[in-house]
T-cell receptor, first 112, second 114 residues
Framework: NAGVMQNPRHLVRRRGQEARLRCSPM?????VYWYRQLPEEGLKFMVY????????ESGMPKERFSAEFPKEGPSILRIQQVVRGDSAAYFC??????????FGPGTRLTVL | GENVEQHPSTLSVQEGDSAVIKCTYS??????FPWYKQELGKRPQLIID?????GEKKDQRIAVTLNKTAKHFSLHITETQPEDSAVYFC?????????????FGDGTTLTVKP
C-alpha cells in the first residue's frame, strides 16, 4: 500500500503566479488534511476535506487559497497570486477514519 | 478552538538518558493524542498515539501518558540514541465530531549527544 503522495516536491514561483499542490491519499482513505509549516515552526491546520466536500476550512486564508478533493483524482491546494509570505512546506495527510493521520512528503514552495 | 502548548522547545540529553516532552491542551472534548517525529527535511511520522479511554501506552522505548483531568499528556523516551534526535510534535483532536483536525504543539527539538 503506497503511502501518501504529494507532487511536486519542490515548487518555485514568482510573485503573482499560481501554485498548485497535489496530494494523493493512501488507498482507502477518504479524509484529507492540508497543513502549512514555516521554517522551524510547527504544523498549522489549513483545511479538511472528504471526497467532493470541504468539511473545515477554518485555517485557510479566505483570499487566494482554495482546496478541492474531487471524486476522481488527487486533492489540490491552489494558491493564486503568490506572495513571498506563502513560502513554506505544505503537507497533506490522509486518514481512513477521524483519528490517525499519515503525512505525505510535503511540497516545498519558494516564492521569488 | 483547541490550543496545545508543548514544552520544552529544545531538549538536549546524553545518549542512554531519558527524555520527557510535555503537552497541555484546552478542549475537554479532545480524545485522541498522537505524537509525531520529524527529521530535518522529512515528513512527520507517527510514533505513538493514545486515546482518552486509556492512561498510558508503551511501545518499546517510547511511552505516552495521559491525564484527562489535568488536560496534559507526555512523551517518554528511554535509553535515548543519537537517531532519536529530531523534532517531536504532539497533537490533540476530537474524533467524535465530524472534524478530526489535529491541533499541533510547536514542537520540541531533541538532541541526543553520543
Amino acid at each position: 500500500n503506497a503511502g501518501v503522495m504529494q507532487n511536486p516536491r519542490h515548487l518555485v514561483r514568482r510573485r503573482g503566479q499560481e501554485a498548485r499542490l497535489r496530494c494523493s491519499p493512501m488507498k482507502g482513505h477518504s479524509h484529507v488534511y492540508w497543513y502549512r509549516q514555516l521554517p522551524e515552526e510547527g504544523l498549522k491546520f489549513m483545511v479538511y476535506l472528504q471526497k467532493e466536500n470541504i468539511i473545515d476550512e477554518s485555517g485557510m486564508p479566505k483570499e487566494r487559497f482554495s482546496a478541492e478533493f474531487p471524486k476522481e483524482g488527487p486533492s489540490i491546494l491552489r494558491i493564486q497570486q503568490v506572495v513571498r509570505g506563502d513560502s513554506a512546506a505544505y503537507f497533506c495527510a490522509s486518514s481512513p477514519n477521524l483519528d490517525t493521520q499519515y503525512f505525505g512528503p510535503g511540497t516545498r514552495l519558494t516564492v521569488l | 478552538g483547541e490550543n496545545v502548548e508543548q514544552h520544552p522547545s529544545t531538549l538536549s540529553v546524553q545518549e542512554g538518558d531519558s527524555a520527557v516532552i510535555k503537552c497541555t491542551y484546552s478542549d475537554s472534548a479532545s480524545n485522541y493524542f498522537p505524537w509525531y517525529k520529524q527529521e530535518l527535511g522529512k515528513r512527520p511520522q507517527l510514533i505513538i498515539d493514545i486515546r482518552s479511554n486509556v492512561g498510558e501506552k508503551k511501545d518499546q522505548r517510547i511511552a505516552v501518558t495521559l491525564n484527562k483531568t489535568a488536560k496534559h499528556f507526555s512523551l517518554h523516551i528511554t535509553e535515548t540514541q543519537p537517531e532519536d534526535s529530531a523534532v517531536y510534535f504532539c497533537a490533540a483532536s476530537s474524533v467524535n465530531t465530524n472534524a478530526g483536525k489535529s491541533t499541533f504543539g510547536d514542537g520540541t527539538t531533541l538532541t541526543v549527544k553520543p
